[in-house]
């Protein structure tokens, strides 16, 4: 239950395609008024059909509730969005891509009279070869918070060991360290020595009965033939993954981490 003391934040999984939105549209209102939440971050970089979001889905989704969009390795994909990447600054790309790349990583916003800072980082083990996160991270984790000490941070990366390193770089330093990119809810939340609250990866907003989001049988096809086959986003019922942080806003501390997973049967 939130108070004056605390700031209660939902952290939502990469939305995969249509399931996902509709997942947000059936459930996230509900998820809100259950959690007491002041504020939900969601990764919206697989919206528009598995690759990128859309101006029209970024929209749809502040409309929702959502306070801060974070994005990923495919954010580059819908041209519609381009523009908006440098002029709404509720919409982030990994602030470890180039300077020279539109958009900014990190955002300050105003929740319950405290000012909130999310950071997007992305992973480089697996991924396509950028900056430095730790480096970039620091550096953005620093400049933050000579404004707040409330600052969350989505790692969009692959490699667990990259994310729980990360992790505990920043501990103390930030309010939460989130993993996603996987679509595979871990069940690891934990709180870590100094303060962090931390999950190697919130899952997926998205199909349930998939691979990672998308249809089984193609994936299967692409491991038995090793053909480029391209994914199509599962039909099954939506589900919501993701964790809802307690921060403590004098110290910027975590006071607690809980997972949840809920599916829409319709």
């Known amino acids: 239950m939130a ?22 549209f059936l459930g996230l209102h ?24 859309s101006a029209s889905l970024m929209e749809q989704f502040f409309s929702l509730g959502v306070s801060v969009i974070t994005s990923g390795n495919h954010i580059w994909q819908q041209d519609d ?4 990447l440098d002029s709404e600054k509720r919409l982030l790309r990994p602030a470890n891509y180039p300077p020279q790349a539109p958009g900014h990583g990190s955002v300050v916003v105003d929740v319950k009279n405290h000012k909130v800072a ?9 991924m396509p070869s950028i900056d430095c996160p730790f480096r970039v991270g620091m550096e953005q984790v ?27 770089y920043l501990d103390g ?20 020595p100094q303060g962090t609250a931390y999950i190697t990866d919130l899952g997926l907003c998205g199909p349930s009965e998939s691979v990672i989001g998308s249809e089984p049988s193609i994936s299967i096809a692409r491991q038995l033939t090793q053909m480029p086959l391209r994914s ?24 607690s981490i809980e997972r949840f997973s809920r599916l829409y049967a319709i």
């Open 173 to 192: 330093k930030v309010s939460a360290v989130v993993g996603t990119h996987t679509h595979v809810q871990t069940s690891d939340e934990k709180l870590l």
């Open 118 to 126: 999310v950071l997007n980082l992305q992973g480089r083990q697996s």
């Open 30 to 53: 509900t998820l809100i008024k259950d959690y007491h939440a002041d504020m939900v971050v969601v990764n919206g970089e697989n919206a528009a059909n598995g690759f990128g979001l």
């Open 81 to 84: 969005l381009r523009p908006l």
């Open 232 to 255: 199509e986003i599962a039909d099954t019922p939506p589900l919501i993954q993701g964790v809802c942080v307690t921060i403590d806003t004098a110290s910027g501390h975590a006071r």
């Open 142 to 168: 620093q400049r933050l918070g000579k404004q707040t000490s409330l600052i969350l941070v989505d790692f969009h990366a692959e490699n667990p060991e990259e994310k729980e390193a990360l992790a505990f």
């Open 3 to 24: 108070d004056a003391k605390t700031l209660v934040v939902l952290l939502l999984g990469d939305v995969c395609g249509q399931p996902g939105s509709r997942a947000l």
